[in-house]
Each structure stands twice: as structure tokens, then as C-alpha cells.
């Protein structure tokens, strides 16, 4: 109810103040705490056994009696008041701030550090007005709690203002903010009150909330972002929050009043699986992916004060019920799901094969859920108790749990108090021994905030070297407890013969290393994604000797509660269905001029596809320049005959919705003067790929090319729309409007300028409104001009993809700036019928540009 202050320092609060919110153990709403202040700090009381001797402490206990005292005399001078109102008149009087420095100096501190404030009898027998929350009178205070906004929204609490007086009253209604974070604000109306002789009236406190705000995890200004203890000093987890008191100013001489109100913000993510089954294909090995779809949190690049949603994967290897005895409330402490991963496969990969080696440098990732939310990481509300057996004994050697780092030195026979460093303790039961403070969800929280407050999943890192694996011995034995509120307690051992889980990491079916390098992977020391929309995690499997693959858990940090936890179904019996596409840079192009044509193979899935290859033909009249096949090209034809180029994309593998393209430069010959060219792509699979396709009838295509013709009936059917002169962003389908990227050179060198030719022809017979392009470029290319024949358009940068390079655990990491794009956007009113847009961009190639190709990207 109350938190301490040294009388003697002049309303500063006391070092060993608890501060707030609580979480209350059977709602497991977020409520606010402290009630109010009192002193409690270098207080003169008794001393037990010194006969009539005294001594100074300090502490809650001597904060107490101020508070019991002052209820006493309240009771006494209004007898007949309910104890919620005489807590009310209490607490809305306390009007004096608590502050950082002595003698009412530095900051005040905000309502969850101190309440309403310091206790005030002079201000408590001057009014017989009492304000409290209307849905919750005996708190007083007005708590919305945890809020996880997906979308912008607007809430409402009411304040109760009661007169028990004789006399009509008469205030004016402010607020005065003390914890503030970017995506949330207070407001209340009316901004005056008439309250009659033994009547009441409302106040309305309304919060609004944008969780697309900017830097919105910002911490209290009185809260230090490093804590220090026995055991270090370190980074702290914190909460972002909106506080503030409502504030009563009468018009006569009577006590102001206010009331405390609080706020914990944040914006959340609703991200998922664009599926719930995971197909792949009949070949034993091979890549897929599992695309990701929603609505993300990415409120900005500057993390931890900005946020963005994250994703795990795992394969699931423990899934434990809800059970019915669970006390109400403590869910938090009921065991759902077990996940585990490695990156075993990229050092697999480093240390050329040997296991061993491999396995020294492994980090094992444990995923661990349960059925509620815990307010604080620490092991007070939930306790993960992990046990290994190294040597295969059955009696466990190694003991991995969830502490803070202020209570952990507990481990080392001293006490301190508790902090919001969180870590992971491992312990060598035999030696009762510190092996190693481990980090959960592998970053600190300087760096990302990962929700490891407010939460119900959670992941260790596990470096593999502490449990002795070797080449002849990969298998990791463990089984896991679980405690909510120090009580309730849930164990793998009730379903699991043994008691221990035998999980052989040399032999685990699934790897979410990238080990394909679909993102740029393979990565090491990582377990996690951007749970961005349209973004994917891939999945490299073997899953030899099984027709039952184990499911795939996902964890996606961010999401709301209720909704982090997601399982994915594997299913090994899909085909990949290919689709050919085309597109040229000119339709109607004259004789001479200089064409591009962008042949594509799309895999409409559902299973990954490999060995694709691409047939681009190209007819008499178009003489071949080149192309930009990954493998060499094979050209044939030619010299009066139609060129055939064929591009074997060999061991690459095309994922679900994933596209191939082939771009071939060619010229238009002279004589061809109103001829119409037929530009054909086929693709298949290689003849040693040993994949095979049910339905062929979408693998051709074709695009007619009308050398100095009509526009308006060239192509007049509908056609393929996307992006040229690179990767396709999906498949769009608009009748008659062509839209198509050219890079006015096919080869270019580091240093070099680079012309790009962006069209847009609208052949619909009507008008497009509103058309609009976005076009991205690498980051490192910079943009000197973008200009167009009509319409608007704009440059600039944004971050497309944020991705950490991470050191071995205990170590500092790094944000990525390969994750900025350049960009291009376009914008017009109308596209009239007829009409061709031309966008010219003109881009500088860094002089350290290391990549093979320059890719431009871009929607319709």
C-alpha cells in the first residue's frame, strides 16, 4: 500500500523502495502499486530486548504505522466513512511529490515508483470529497494495465468524484503527466465539475494509443537503464509507461485532490504462418520455407527504444496439456510446449564435416511455453527448472533455471536485492557449482527488446560444450519443472518415462540456420527471425527414414497474448507446381532500339522446387546481346532462326512463392518494320534433377512484341505484370497495363552510373486512377535523379530488414545497415488510356560494391 522515504532528506525517496505495477496473482491483470508514501527511512522506533532502548531503520515496517496512524485519525474524524473511502481521502490528498534528490530537488518520481504521493493530514482533514476509479473503488487509483495495441484504439476509465460533505463543490480537471512513452496519451473531460452536497459526478480519463509511434519503449526518467549488483552491473529490462495523476482544483479553499492513473503500453504484433502445414517434397532433403503474414510491429531502426517482432523456430518435442487442476491464475506455471534447434549445421559446415568440432562450438536453442502470462522473468511468478544428465546415469548433472541477477548471488551465500537483469543460471549439481550465467532469449536488453516481460515463451541458449556431446554421443537427456508463484508446479516427468527426454541433435530433422542461404544464411548463434509480413523463415530438412516429420513450434515474441504460440504440421506428400512468365521492356519498340526481356518461373508450390530450368526463345528479328543466368547459359539458334537460350538453375531451389528470373538483352533487327515478334519462355526441370510435374499447361509463355505499332492492340489480352531487372515482387495480373524495369546497361562495373528505365503503358481503353509504384534498390546504391514524364516521385531510404550480426553469447553484437533499401516512389492521379509513363532513375554503384548483380524491385 504504501513505499518508504527519508523524512530526514526532505521527500527523497529511500533507495529500497519497491516500485510498481504488480501483476495480481488470480486475475493476472497489471495493477497499480505503490498506493501512496510515508516516511520509512532512518526512523527512530524501539528495540526488542534492549530493555528501554531504541534504534533507526528503515523499511516498510516503519512506513506502516504512518499510514495505520493516519487511518486512525481519519476514522475518528469521520466515523462513519467506509474504509475505501477513507483509503480514497488518504491517498487523493497526498498531493506532495516524492523526489530524486533531497529537500524536494532533481525529478519527481511517477505514480508507479510513489502513488499519489506523500501522505498529508493537513490536506485530509481539509475536504470531505473522495475521487476513485468507478470500476474498482477500493483501488482508488486508476489502472489500465498491460495494454498490447495491434491497431490505434481509444479507451475509457471514469473517475468517481463524491461529495460527503453538506456543501456543493466546484473544481477544475486537469492532468498532469508524469510517465509518458511516445505511443500513448492521457486525456480527461469535462475541465470542470459541479458536485452536489452528498451527491457524485464523473470525470472521464481517456487514453489514446498509436502503436506505430516512433521510440514508443522508452524507459521513466527516473529509471536508471543500468543496475548494479554483487554479481555486475548490467542492462535492465523495463517497461514502458503512461502515468499521470488527475487532478481536482477546487474554486474555494478546500484541498485539492487527484487521483493516480497508469498505463503499460505497448505495441503488439498479430503475425502467423500463411499456413499451418508445411509441404514439402517426397525427396528426402531439401529447403522450404514457411512465409509469414499479419500485421508487424517495426516502429523504427533505433532499437531497443524502438521495437520490432520477432520470430523463433523450433521443432517441437514436448507438448503438455492445460490441466484442469491448475489453480485459477496460476497458468503461468503450467507447462504447454517444448521446442529445440541448433546451429550444429553451420558449423557442421566450418569445421568441414567433423562433428566433434562441430559440436564444441554449437549453440543448442530451448524453447519453453506455458498456458499464462508471467509479469517479470524472474522465478517468483514462474520458475523453469531444466536437469541434464551428461554421463547417462539417470541422476542429473547439470541444472539450468531462470533468476535475476540480483538474487542469484544467493548462489554464493550472500544476499542483495533483486533486479531486473534477468539471466539464466547453470549450475554442476555435483560441484554446486556457477558453470555459466546465460542470457534468455540470447540478447541483453540494451540491444532488442525481445517482450521477456509480459510473456509466456521464452528461449535458452545452451551452449553444447557443457554437455559434454561428442560424435559418438549427440543425444542431450533432460526433463524440465515447471513452478508458478513458487506452488503450483508442472514436470515433464508425469508423461515421460525415465524421467528424461532423449533428443539427438546430430540427428534433428529440421535446420532454421539458412543453411541454403535463401536470406543470406547460413547463420550461426541465431534462433530467431524479423516476424515481418512477407517475410519468411526457411527450413532446410532431412527427413530420411520417417513418413511422420514432428511438428514445426514457432514462437512469435510479439504477438498478443494468447497468440504467440503456433504449431505447424509437416507434410511430405506435396509437388511443386512451375508457371512460366514474361515481360519486355518496349512493346511497340522501333527498329534498332535496344530491348530487355525478363523471363520468369514461378513455384506456385506448395512443396520447394530444384533443378528448375528456364527455355527463353527469341524470335527472327531480335538478335541476342546477353543474359544474366546465374550458371553459364546455353544459346543456340540464331543467324535466321530463332535463339534459344536455356539457363539450368541446377542446385538452386525456388521455395513456395518464390520466383526465378532470366533477363536477355537484345536488339531489334533493321526490316522488321511492323512485324509482330513472339517472345516464348518454357520451364521444367533438369533431366537429372529427377523431379517431376503433374500439370505442365502453365509452363509456357509468350509476349508479342509489335516493332513501331499500335499500342492499343498489341498484347490486347490481358498480361503478366511485375518487376524487370530482377527478382519479381508476386504475381499481379492487371488487364492491359504493362509495367515493366530495364537497366539501360546489361553489364556494369563498381563505380559505374547505371540508367534505369521504369514503363508503364496503359492499354485498358480507360483511365487508372490513383497508380502508384514503390521501387527498391540495395541500400549501398545511391540514387543521383529520378525523374518522370508524368506524375510525381519521390527518393529516399528505409529499412527493409533488420537483421543482428551476433557474437558468441556474453559478447556484444551489431545491427545490420545492409537491412536499408533505396527507394523510389511514384504517384499519379490518372494514368489516362493510352498513356506511357517513363521513370528514368539514374544510380551510383559504390566503389565497394562486392555483389555479382544490382537487383531493382518493384510493385504496381
Given at each position: 500500500?504504501?513505499?518508504?522515504?527519508?523524512?530526514?532528506?526532505?521527500?527523497?525517496?529511500?533507495?529500497?523502495?519497491?516500485?510498481?505495477?504488480?501483476?495480481?496473482?488470480?486475475?493476472?491483470?497489471?495493477?497499480?502499486?505503490?498506493?501512496?508514501?510515508?516516511?520509512?527511512?532512518?526512523?527512530?522506533?524501539?528495540?526488542?530486548?534492549?530493555?528501554?532502548?531504541?534504534?533507526?531503520?528503515?523499511?516498510?515496517?516503519?512506513?506502516?504505522?504512518?499510514?495505520?496512524?493516519?487511518?486512525?485519525?481519519?476514522?475518528?474524524?469521520?466515523?462513519?466513512?467506509?474504509?475505501?473511502?477513507?483509503?480514497?481521502?488518504?491517498?487523493?490528498?497526498?498531493?506532495?511529490?516524492?523526489?530524486?534528490?533531497?529537500?524536494?530537488?532533481?525529478?519527481?518520481?511517477?505514480?508507479?515508483?510513489?502513488?499519489?504521493?506523500?501522505?498529508?493530514?493537513?490536506?485530509?482533514?481539509?475536504?470531505?470529497?473522495?475521487?476513485?476509479?468507478?470500476?474498482?473503488?477500493?483501488?482508488?487509483?486508476?489502472?489500465?494495465?498491460?495494454?498490447?495495441?495491434?491497431?490505434?484504439?481509444?479507451?475509457?476509465?471514469?473517475?468517481?468524484?463524491?461529495?460527503?460533505?453538506?456543501?456543493?463543490?466546484?473544481?477544475?480537471?486537469?492532468?498532469?503527466?508524469?510517465?509518458?512513452?511516445?505511443?500513448?496519451?492521457?486525456?480527461?473531460?469535462?475541465?470542470?465539475?459541479?458536485?452536489?452536497?452528498?451527491?457524485?459526478?464523473?470525470?472521464?480519463?481517456?487514453?489514446?494509443?498509436?502503436?506505430?509511434?516512433?521510440?514508443?519503449?522508452?524507459?521513466?526518467?527516473?529509471?536508471?537503464?543500468?543496475?548494479?549488483?554483487?554479481?555486475?552491473?548490467?542492462?535492465?529490462?523495463?517497461?514502458?509507461?503512461?502515468?499521470?495523476?488527475?487532478?481536482?482544483?477546487?474554486?474555494?479553499?478546500?484541498?485539492?485532490?487527484?487521483?493516480?492513473?497508469?498505463?503499460?503500453?505497448?505495441?503488439?504484433?498479430?503475425?502467423?504462418?500463411?499456413?499451418?502445414?508445411?509441404?514439402?517434397?517426397?525427396?528426402?532433403?531439401?529447403?522450404?520455407?514457411?512465409?509469414?503474414?499479419?500485421?508487424?510491429?517495426?516502429?523504427?531502426?533505433?532499437?531497443?527504444?524502438?521495437?520490432?517482432?520477432?520470430?523463433?523456430?523450433?521443432?517441437?518435442?514436448?507438448?503438455?496439456?492445460?490441466?484442469?487442476?491448475?489453480?485459477?491464475?496460476?497458468?503461468?506455471?503450467?507447462?504447454?510446449?517444448?521446442?529445440?534447434?541448433?546451429?550444429?549445421?553451420?558449423?557442421?559446415?566450418?569445421?568441414?564435416?567433423?562433428?566433434?568440432?562441430?559440436?564444441?562450438?554449437?549453440?543448442?536453442?530451448?524453447?519453453?511455453?506455458?498456458?499464462?502470462?508471467?509479469?517479470?522473468?524472474?522465478?517468483?511468478?514462474?520458475?523453469?527448472?531444466?536437469?541434464?544428465?551428461?554421463?547417462?546415469?539417470?541422476?542429473?548433472?547439470?541444472?539450468?533455471?531462470?533468476?535475476?541477477?540480483?538474487?542469484?548471488?544467493?548462489?554464493?551465500?550472500?544476499?542483495?536485492?533483486?533486479?531486473?537483469?534477468?539471466?539464466?543460471?547453470?549450475?554442476?549439481?555435483?560441484?554446486?557449482?556457477?558453470?555459466?550465467?546465460?542470457?534468455?532469449?540470447?540478447?541483453?536488453?540494451?540491444?532488442?527488446?525481445?517482450?521477456?516481460?509480459?510473456?509466456?515463451?521464452?528461449?535458452?541458449?545452451?551452449?553444447?560444450?557443457?554437455?559434454?556431446?561428442?560424435?559418438?554421443?549427440?543425444?542431450?537427456?533432460?526433463?524440465?519443472?515447471?513452478?508458478?508463484?513458487?506452488?503450483?508446479?508442472?514436470?515433464?516427468?508425469?508423461?515421460?518415462?525415465?524421467?528424461?527426454?532423449?533428443?539427438?541433435?546430430?540427428?534433428?530433422?529440421?535446420?532454421?540456420?539458412?543453411?541454403?542461404?535463401?536470406?543470406?544464411?547460413?547463420?550461426?548463434?541465431?534462433?530467431?527471425?524479423?516476424?515481418?509480413?512477407?517475410?519468411?523463415?526457411?527450413?532446410?530438412?532431412?527427413?530420411?527414414?520417417?513418413?511422420?516429420?514432428?511438428?514445426?513450434?514457432?514462437?512469435?515474441?510479439?504477438?498478443?497474448?494468447?497468440?504467440?504460440?503456433?504449431?505447424?504440421?509437416?507434410?511430405?506428400?506435396?509437388?511443386?507446381?512451375?508457371?512460366?512468365?514474361?515481360?519486355?521492356?518496349?512493346?511497340?519498340?522501333?527498329?534498332?532500339?535496344?530491348?530487355?526481356?525478363?523471363?520468369?518461373?514461378?513455384?506456385?508450390?506448395?512443396?520447394?522446387?530444384?533443378?528448375?530450368?528456364?527455355?527463353?526463345?527469341?524470335?527472327?528479328?531480335?538478335?541476342?546481346?546477353?543474359?544474366?543466368?546465374?550458371?553459364?547459359?546455353?544459346?543456340?539458334?540464331?543467324?535466321?532462326?530463332?535463339?534459344?537460350?536455356?539457363?539450368?538453375?541446377?542446385?538452386?531451389?525456388?521455395?513456395?512463392?518464390?520466383?526465378?528470373?532470366?533477363?536477355?538483352?537484345?536488339?531489334?533487327?533493321?526490316?522488321?518494320?511492323?512485324?509482330?515478334?513472339?517472345?516464348?519462355?518454357?520451364?521444367?526441370?533438369?533431366?537429372?534433377?529427377?523431379?517431376?510435374?503433374?500439370?505442365?499447361?502453365?509452363?509456357?509463355?509468350?509476349?508479342?512484341?509489335?516493332?513501331?505499332?499500335?499500342?492499343?492492340?498489341?498484347?490486347?489480352?490481358?498480361?503478366?505484370?511485375?518487376?524487370?531487372?530482377?527478382?519479381?515482387?508476386?504475381?499481379?495480373?492487371?488487364?492491359?497495363?504493362?509495367?515493366?524495369?530495364?537497366?539501360?546497361?546489361?553489364?556494369?562495373?563498381?563505380?559505374?552510373?547505371?540508367?534505369?528505365k521504369v514503363t508503364i503503358n496503359n492499354t485498358t481503353g480507360t483511365a487508372i486512377n490513383d497508380a502508384s509504384i514503390n521501387l527498391t534498390l540495395p541500400g549501398n546504391i545511391s540514387?543521383?535523379?529520378?525523374?518522370?514524364?508524368?506524375?510525381?516521385?519521390?527518393?529516399?531510404?528505409?529499412?527493409?530488414?533488420?537483421?543482428?550480426?551476433?557474437?558468441?553469447?556474453?559478447?556484444?553484437?551489431?545491427?545490420?545497415?545492409?537491412?536499408?533499401?533505396?527507394?523510389?516512389?511514384?504517384?499519379?492521379?490518372?494514368?489516362?488510356?493510352?498513356?506511357?509513363?517513363?521513370?528514368?532513375i539514374n544510380t551510383l554503384i559504390p566503389t565497394s560494391y562486392s555483389q555479382s548483380s544490382v537487383v531493382m524491385n518493384g510493385t504496381l
Amino acid at each position: 500500500m504504501k513505499t518508504v522515504l527519508g523524512f530526514s532528506e526532505g521527500d527523497q525517496l529511500s533507495s529500497f523502495s519497491s516500485r510498481g505495477p504488480r501483476m495480481d496473482a488470480e486475475t493476472g491483470l497489471q495493477i497499480l502499486k505503490p498506493d501512496l508514501a510515508a516516511p520509512g527511512d532512518f526512523i527512530f522506533s524501539t528495540d526488542v530486548g534492549t530493555g528501554t532502548e531504541g534504534t533507526s531503520l528503515g523499511g516498510t515496517s516503519m512506513a506502516s504505522p504512518h499510514i495505520t496512524g493516519s487511518a486512525a485519525l481519519m476514522r475518528e474524524l469521520h466515523p462513519t466513512w467506509t474504509v475505501a473511502q477513507i483509503k480514497a481521502l488518504l491517498m487523493n490528498t497526498a498531493t506532495n511529490d516524492v523526489w530524486t534528490e533531497p529537500d524536494q530537488t532533481g525529478s519527481n518520481y511517477g505514480v508507479s515508483r510513489v502513488g499519489s504521493g506523500r501522505v498529508d493530514l493537513a490536506n485530509a482533514i481539509n475536504t470531505e470529497t473522495v475521487a476513485y476509479a468507478t470500476n474498482a473503488p477500493e483501488r482508488v487509483s486508476v489502472s489500465f494495465g498491460l495494454i498490447e495495441a495491434v491497431t490505434a484504439q481509444t479507451l475509457n476509465q471514469t473517475i468517481t468524484v463524491r461529495n460527503l460533505g453538506a456543501t456543493p463543490r466546484t473544481y477544475n480537471v486537469t492532468f498532469d503527466q508524469r510517465n509518458n512513452t511516445s505511443m500513448a496519451a492521457f486525456s480527461v473531460s469535462p475541465s470542470s465539475i459541479n458536485v452536489p452536497a452528498n451527491g457524485s459526478t464523473t470525470v472521464t480519463v481517456t487514453l489514446t494509443l498509436d502503436p506505430t509511434a516512433s521510440q514508443s519503449h522508452t524507459p521513466d526518467a527516473t529509471t536508471d537503464l543500468l543496475q548494479s549488483r554483487l554479481l555486475g552491473t548490467g542492462p535492465r529490462h523495463f517497461v514502458a509507461e503512461e502515468g499521470g495523476y488527475v487532478v481536482l482544483t477546487p474554486t474555494d479553499s478546500s484541498s485539492s485532490l487527484r487521483v493516480a492513473v497508469h498505463a503499460v503500453p505497448r505495441p503488439a504484433s498479430d503475425m502467423a504462418a500463411a499456413s499451418d502445414t508445411v509441404t514439402v517434397s517426397t525427396a528426402a532433403t531439401g529447403v522450404t520455407t514457411i512465409d509469414l503474414t499479419g500485421t508487424e510491429v517495426f516502429t523504427g531502426g533505433n532499437l531497443p527504444y524502438d521495437t520490432m517482432s520477432i520470430v523463433t523456430a523450433f521443432e517441437k518435442v514436448y507438448e503438455s496439456p492445460n490441466d484442469a487442476f491448475s489453480p485459477a491464475g496460476y497458468d503461468r506455471g503450467d507447462l504447454q510446449y517444448i521446442g529445440l534447434a541448433s546451429d550444429l549445421s553451420f558449423w557442421l559446415d566450418q569445421n568441414d564435416g567433423d562433428l566433434n568440432a562441430a559440436l564444441a562450438d554449437t549453440t543448442i536453442y530451448m524453447a519453453l511455453t506455458v498456458y499464462g502470462d508471467w509479469s517479470t522473468a524472474n522465478a517468483y511468478e514462474t520458475l523453469f527448472d531444466i536437469y541434464f544428465d551428461i554421463d547417462g546415469d539417470d541422476a542429473s548433472d547439470l541444472n539450468l533455471f531462470n533468476w535475476d541477477l540480483g538474487t542469484a548471488a544467493n548462489l554464493f551465500g550472500v544476499g542483495d536485492d533483486p533486479s531486473d537483469i534477468f539471466v539464466g543460471p547453470l549450475l554442476d549439481v555435483n560441484a554446486s557449482a556457477l558453470v555459466d550465467l546465460l542470457i534468455p532469449n540470447e540478447f541483453f536488453a540494451s540491444e532488442i527488446d525481445t517482450y521477456l516481460l509480459n510473456n509466456n515463451v521464452v528461449v535458452f541458449p545452451i551452449p553444447a560444450e557443457y554437455l559434454e556431446l561428442t560424435s559418438s554421443n549427440s543425444t542431450i537427456n533432460f526433463y524440465v519443472d515447471v513452478l508458478g508463484e513458487l506452488y503450483f508446479t508442472d514436470s515433464t516427468q508425469i508423461t515421460t518415462p525415465g524421467p528424461y527426454i532423449s533428443y539427438d541433435i546430430a540427428a534433428a530433422p529440421f535446420s532454421f540456420n539458412d543453411d541454403s542461404g535463401l536470406q543470406g544464411g547460413p547463420f550461426p548463434y541465431m534462433s530467431w527471425y524479423p516476424d515481418l509480413d512477407g517475410l519468411f523463415i526457411p527450413v532446410d530438412y532431412d527427413l530420411s527414414g520417417t513418413t511422420t516429420p514432428p511438428e514445426i513450434l514457432l514462437l512469435h515474441h510479439h504477438n498478443v497474448s494468447g497468440s504467440r504460440v503456433e504449431v505447424l504440421t509437416v507434410d511430405i506428400n506435396g509437388e511443386a507446381d512451375l508457371e512460366a512468365g514474361i515481360n519486355a521492356s518496349e512493346e511497340t519498340p522501333e527498329e534498332g532500339a535496344v530491348m530487355t526481356t525478363m523471363a520468369e518461373a514461378t513455384n506456385n508450390g506448395p512443396a520447394p522446387a530444384e533443378g528448375i530450368v528456364i527455355e527463353h526463345t527469341l524470335p527472327v528479328g531480335l538478335t541476342y546481346t546477353g543474359d544474366d543466368c546465374p550458371t553459364v547459359s546455353v544459346v543456340t539458334g540464331g543467324s535466321g532462326s530463332p535463339t534459344v537460350i536455356t539457363c539450368d538453375y541446377d542446385t538452386t531451389v525456388a521455395p513456395p512463392n518464390f520466383v526465378l528470373t532470366l533477363q536477355v538483352g537484345s536488339t531489334v533487327d533493321a526490316g522488321t518494320d511492323g512485324s509482330d515478334l513472339v517472345i516464348t519462355t518454357d520451364v521444367s526441370y533438369s533431366a537429372t534433377s529427377g523431379n517431376t510435374e503433374t500439370d505442365t499447361s502453365n509452363n509456357t509463355a509468350a509476349r508479342r512484341v509489335c516493332v513501331d505499332g499500335n499500342i492499343e492492340t498489341c498484347n490486347a489480352t490481358p498480361v503478366k505484370t511485375g518487376s524487370g531487372g530482377g527478382e519479381t515482387i508476386g504475381d499481379f495480373v492487371v488487364p492491359n497495363m504493362l509495367f515493366a524495369i530495364t537497366p539501360m546497361s546489361s553489364f556494369a562495373q563498381p563505380g559505374d552510373s547505371v540508367e534505369w528505365k521504369v514503363t508503364i503503358n496503359n492499354t485498358t481503353g480507360t483511365a487508372i486512377n490513383d497508380a502508384s509504384i514503390n521501387l527498391t534498390l540495395p541500400g549501398n546504391i545511391s540514387i543521383q535523379s529520378a525523374t518522370s514524364t508524368s506524375g510525381t516521385v519521390s527518393t529516399g531510404t528505409q529499412l527493409a530488414y533488420a537483421r543482428y550480426t551476433m557474437g558468441p553469447l556474453g559478447q556484444p553484437r551489431s545491427f545490420s545497415q545492409s537491412a536499408q533499401q533505396t527507394v523510389v516512389q511514384f504517384a499519379q492521379d490518372v494514368i489516362q488510356a493510352g498513356e506511357q509513363v517513363i521513370i528514368t532513375i539514374n544510380t551510383l554503384i559504390p566503389t565497394s560494391y562486392s555483389q555479382s548483380s544490382v537487383v531493382m524491385n518493384g510493385t504496381l
